[in-house]
């Protein structure tokens, strides 16, 4: 059993900052890569930036310059610092990780997701 806790979302004026957390725990053997992904309403699911376990990190055009996604491989967590927000980036922020939880079984999961709402 894997689980995916995030933290961090909320309300916050455009030009602003929020940073998002994720922390996994469980049955986890070894991380490949961790991501966010955001999901406004009516639209589908879309990357917003990816870091695998040696550091290789991918982003959106959409978000490129303006957040930043780190990772802490000892704590199984993954971080995205998001400044200068605008209102087109309101949505729901759901982690991701692809992990193997034992030595040849690997899988995909996902958080419950975090509110990020950008108003004034």
């Known amino acids: 059993q894997v689980q995916l806790v995030e933290s961090g979302g909320g309300l916050v004026q455009p030009g602003g900052s929020l940073r998002l957390s994720c922390k996994a725990s469980g049955s986890i053997f070894r991380i490949i890569s961790m991501g966010w992904y955001r999901q406004a309403p009516g639209e589908q699911r879309d990357l917003v930036a990816t870091?695998?376990?040696?550091?290789?990190?991918n982003y959106a055009d959409s978000v490129k310059g303006r957040f930043t996604i780190s990772r802490d491989n000892r704590e199984n967590a993954a971080y995205l610092q998001m400044n200068t927000l605008k209102p087109e980036d309101t949505a729901v922020y759901y982690c991701?990780?692809?992990?193997?939880?034992?030595?040849?079984?690997?899988?995909?999961?996902w958080g419950q997701g975090t509110q990020v709402t950008v108003s004034s």
């Open positions: 870091i695998n376990s040696g550091g290789a990190i």
């Open positions: 991701n990780a692809y992990l193997y939880s034992d030595y040849r079984t690997w899988d995909s999961y």
